[in-house]
Nanobody
Framework: VQLQASGGGLVQAGGSLRLSCAASGITRSINSFAWYRQAPEKQRELVALISSLGSTNYADSVKGRFTMSRGNAKNTVYLQMNNLKPEDTAVYYC????????WGKGTQVTVSS
């Protein structure tokens, strides 16, 4: 199983970015996808999760600003991030749960003030 994340970058506060994650090499149904992030010297934290049924959950810090969705392509998810804040700066990781957790390489998001 491979997860390929993309879409990170540098943006000013108040701006937007859209992260993408494509999963490949999967022969079983994916239970859920999630986005995590890890800022320097902080623990990795859950940002958003989408279940196989399409229900979503968000960290309180991003509610109302971030939206996670599934793409038309199978095993693709997105994280639309609006009204970005400097505290959103982190490496963002895509995660898929298929009986066990699979992780993609992170993509850097930097929000300047």
């Amino acid at each position: 199983v491979q997860l390929q994340a993309s879409g990170g970058g540098l943006v000013q506060a108040g701006g937007s970015l859209r992260l993408s994650c494509a999963a490949s090499g999967i022969t079983r149904s994916i239970n859920s996808f999630a986005w995590y992030r890890q800022a320097p010297e902080k623990q990795r934290e859950l940002v958003a999760l989408i279940s196989s049924l399409g229900s979503t959950n968000y960290a309180d810090s991003v509610k109302g600003r971030f939206t996670m969705s599934r793409g038309n392509a199978k095993n693709t998810v997105y994280l639309q991030m609006n009204n970005l804040k400097p505290e959103d700066t982190a490496v963002y990781y895509c995660n898929a749960f298929i009986g066990m957790h699979y992780w993609g390489k992170g993509t850097q998001v930097t929000v300047s003030s």
